[in-house]
């Protein structure tokens, strides 16, 4: 190859190219990720340094959009691609538990790419739909079937620790017997394997001047804790659990 073709090279044109192909594009917290990275040689042969694999969150901050990192896979050695060869490099790997859902409108994306020393890296994005995992989503209908109606999933960034710069948040407004008693409820979940720890803070609402005071200095909030297990989920213990905890509040 002339110096030439490896001057383009460098800067992309008849470069090596990457494509990653998921086994599936719809997972649920904690599941396995599998999939294969297609790297096609291009016009030169060239050394990869490091193929990475890097899965994105997308959120909003004080009105800017802004990516994080949540991890980083490295998935090959070194090694050189051919003229017009092709490699493909299996790969899986455990999906966070912490991951947060796309339900409210959070893109989270796989990014591709190859690390090529004194040229542009190669990079492939591939988006992929986080579902709640199975006791998460249990909770949450079970917190709906006492008379709460989800109305927005969004992001604390400060309230409740987390590994990560957000927690991820499901707020509620209550349609049923705790209209009258509270504005709303907020739930986050720390998951587990086998188990979530759930945090939910209840807003009660003003009914007379000592809770008409607490609201006016932000002191009607009331947290509840609760360890969930998949034995809870048998016959309506979680909603009755849900319940009692809620009543003690109000």
Not at 2 to 7: D, N
Not at 176 to 204: C, N, T
């Amino acid at each position: 190859m002339s110096v030439f073709g490896k001057a383009l090279a460098s800067l992309g044109v008849g470069s090596a190219k990457v494509d990653t192909r998921l086994s599936k594009s719809q997972f649920r917290q904690g599941d396995l990720v599998k999939g294969e990275v297609f790297v096609q040689g291009g016009q030169v042969t060239q050394h990869i340094d490091e193929i990475y694999l890097y899965l994105i969150i997308q959120y909003v901050k004080d009105g800017k959009q802004k990516e994080y990192v949540m991890e980083k896979f490295r998935l090959a050695e070194p090694f050189d691609i051919g003229l017009s060869e092709t490699k493909v490099i299996p790969f899986e790997f455990q999906l966070p538990f912490d991951t947060p859902v796309t339900t409210g409108g959070c893109p989270v994306y796989l990014k591709t790419g190859l690390d090529i020393k004194m040229a542009k890296d190669p990079k492939d994005v591939d988006g992929i739909e986080v579902l709640p995992h199975p006791l998460v989503e249990k909770t949450l209908q079970a917190i709906e079937n006492i008379g709460f109606q989800l109305v927005r999933v969004d992001f604390d960034f400060e309230k409740y620790y987390s590994r990560h710069p957000f927690i991820q948040e499901f707020d509620f407004e209550p349609i049923g017997p705790f209209q009258g008693f509270l504005d709303k409820l907020k739930a986050v979940f720390y998951v587990g394997d086998g188990e979530i720890d759930l945090i939910m803070e209840v807003d009660r609402k003003a009914v007379d001047l000592m809770s008409s005071l607490e609201e006016a200095l932000e002191l009607d909030a009331r947290t509840i804790r609760l360890t969930v297990t998949e034995e809870m989920m048998k016959k309506g213990k979680l909603e009755n659990e849900l319940n009692r905890l809620i009543k003690e509040q109000i």
